[in-house]
């Protein structure tokens, strides 16, 4: 696969709805093209040109109905072969993408079913409900009281007014006395001459 045709499938990789996307990373489609290749008598090279073929119609960029033709052209095939190369491509690849497509649209659709339904309320919650309903005066919640704020402006006022004082925290420094430096015994010069400490 060139650079070019390898840039075209990335992006448009990228390009595609999460869902399809999804489906067609459900799918082992490099597995697939070399299982495929392998039962049809391909090469390698021929083998990585059918993945590149099969990628590049997943993804839109060439049609479905060029496909046989294609791969007839691009991997130096006979007609039979390239039938039954496009035969097995559409069994393990291009229904199987569309089989992933439904299932995931069936769920996507379950799921909006599911958030437009209301929800099933049971028999010890209609009973609340309803008693509520009736007694509407038994429910309703008093507000609470509001307590009384004191605004920054006074809070400010207070605290510039007020005399504060710090703790003041003595330490003690413990009184250091040098320690006298003890000389060895015997020792009376040094023999190269460098002064001692």
Known sequence: MDQETERVIKESLADLPEDIRAALKSLDVPTIAQNIAEKNGLHIDQTGDLYTEIMLVALGVEKITSFQSNIQKQLSLTPAVAASITNAV???????????????????????????????VGPSDRDQILSEIENPSATVPTPPTPSPQ????DFLKQRMTETTQNPVEKTVQPAVQPIPEKKPEGYAADPYREPLQ
């Open 90 to 120: 559409n069994d393990q690849v291009f229904h199987a993408v569309r089989e992933s497509l439904q299932k995931i649209s069936d769920f996507q659709d379950g799921m909006e079913k599911a958030a437009n339904e209301p929800e099933s």
């Open 150 to 153: 004191i605004g920054v402006s």
